[in-house]
């Protein structure tokens, strides 16, 4: 489109520029003085364009050169006196309007010349901020990617760190898992034989038989929910919201821990608030930081002499969210690092990972909550985090 609209031309070089006001007067003064054209009695409009045509494409340097040159040319061809720079007085209006009017034109075609190429600035540099933004938008989107990418690796790897310590937290109480699901096996075992001993009988007792064999799937079910507890805490999948009874919670880790506690004399006591409103989290997840709370206490309480007592204690005042609060009588947080217990690695036991509490904090802040903990007087301590309700994760 350049090439054919002069008023996209570009402005030649300077030099340039005034050759062409040279070469366009002298070109007006040729063809206003050729004989066949007759244009000898107007030849103005001729210097005019050749004054409008030199600003246009050299600027005001050139253009004012051309208006010079233009009116020298017309006072010496067409102003009586001719061939002479002298004006006679009845011809110095004439002189004086096409000065001014080949100044006026030269100016503003210089000044459109100098607007125009302002506005081809301003729309190549629009192009180029254009082009810019583009370029950003594109990094940006890419980079937008790379962090997603990164989040959901950083999510996974969280995920991940969370059921290995899961799944090392019940390696570690292998013994008592066993005793748990030992005990309703034994008994289901125990209860045939009684049922079969009172079938066999020469007068069978169905009653008692009838009864036996009750209590032996009774037994059944037992094991079979401590099993599916146990599978289901080692089970590795997404974090799946729904509505959990804090309670039921606390009482299915109390069944799974019971035979670590009495493994070393602790007794478990709970002060469970009935009619507590749902909260809205995993369930497995909450599950995972019961245990790791209730473990940390047991761990507490192994080597003190005197009362030892895990109690678990569930609330909510009103306007709050729920509070679960477990306390032990162990041996208390440790001098002048009470304040780094939730850092991850770090640990007072001798083979612990140090990630226990840390994963168990992240846990509790992704529902919406709050994890602490309190030295207990005279010893122990008491560990309490805090759940929103299924009203407030709404809100």
């Known amino acids: 489109m350049a090439r054919f609209n002069p008023v996209l031309w570009r402005k030649p070089p300077a030099i340039w520029g005034y050759g062409i006001a040279i070469l366009l007067v002298t070109a007006a003064v040729i063809i206003s003085r050729w004989p066949a054209l007759h244009l000898q009695s107007a030849p103005s409009s001729l210097f005019l364009c050749?004054?409008?045509?030199?600003?246009?494409?050299?600027?005001?340097?050139?253009?004012?050169?051309?208006?010079?040159?233009?009116?020298?040319?017309?006072?010496?061809?067409?102003l009586e006196p001719l061939y002479s720079f002298a004006v006679k007085s009845e011809e110095i209006p004439r002189f004086v309007i096409f000065a001014v009017s080949s100044l006026v034109a030269g100016s503003l075609s210089a000044a459109q010349r100098s607007a125009t190429e302002s506005l081809q600035r301003a729309r190549d540099y629009l192009?180029?901020?254009?082009?810019?933004?583009?370029?950003?938008?594109?990094?940006?989107?890419?980079?937008?990617?790379?962090r997603e990418s990164a989040e959901e690796a950083l999510r996974q790897a969280h995920a991940d760190l969370v059921h290995v310590n899961r799944v090392t937290t019940m390696g570690e109480l292998t013994a008592s898992l066993a005793h748990e699901v030992n005990q309703p096996i034994a008994a289901a075992v125990t209860n045939a034989n009684t049922c079969l001993r009172w079938l066999a009988g020469d007068t069978p007792n169905l009653e008692e038989a009838r009864a036996a064999a009750m209590r032996v799937v009774t037994d059944g079910r037992r094991a079979a929910e401590i099993i599916s507890r146990i599978?289901?805490?080692?089970?590795?999948g997404t974090p799946e919201r729904?509505?959990?009874?804090?309670?039921?919670?606390?009482?299915?880790?109390?069944?799974?821990?019971?035979?670590?506690a009495a493994r070393h004399n602790i007794s478990v006591r709970t002060e469970l608030a009935p009619d507590l409103p749902q909260v809205m989290g995993d369930r497995v997840q909450l599950q995972q930081v019961m245990m790791n709370?209730?473990?940390?206490?047991?761990?507490?309480?192994?080597?003190?002499?005197?009362?030892?007592?895990?109690t678990i204690k569930s609330q909510r005042a009103e306007n709050q969210p729920l509070l679960i609060c477990v306390s032990d009588t162990g041996v208390g947080l440790p001098p002048q690092q009470a304040d780094q217990i939730f850092n991850a690695f770090f640990t007072t036991k001798l083979h612990g990972t140090g990630m226990g509490l840390s994963i168990s904090r992240s846990i509790v802040e992704s529902h919406g909550g709050r994890l602490g903990v309190d030295p207990n007087s005279p010893r122990g301590a008491s560990f309490h985090f805090t759940l929103p309700t299924k009203i407030e994760a709404a809100q």
């Open 127 to 146: 192009k180029e901020t254009v082009k810019e933004l583009q370029r950003t938008n594109e990094a940006l989107q890419a980079e937008g990617h790379e």
């Open 231 to 236: 599978r289901l805490l080692f089970k590795k």
């Open 293 to 310: 709370l209730m473990i940390n206490g047991i761990d507490a309480m192994k080597d003190v002499d005197g009362m030892r007592e895990l």
């Open 50 to 78: 050749a004054v409008m045509f030199s600003a246009w494409l050299g600027g005001v340097g050139p253009g004012m050169l051309a208006t010079v040159l233009s009116c020298l040319a017309f006072n010496y061809y067409f």
């Open 242 to 260: 729904e509505l959990v009874d804090v309670n039921d919670v606390v009482r299915e880790m109390i069944v799974l821990l019971r035979g670590e």
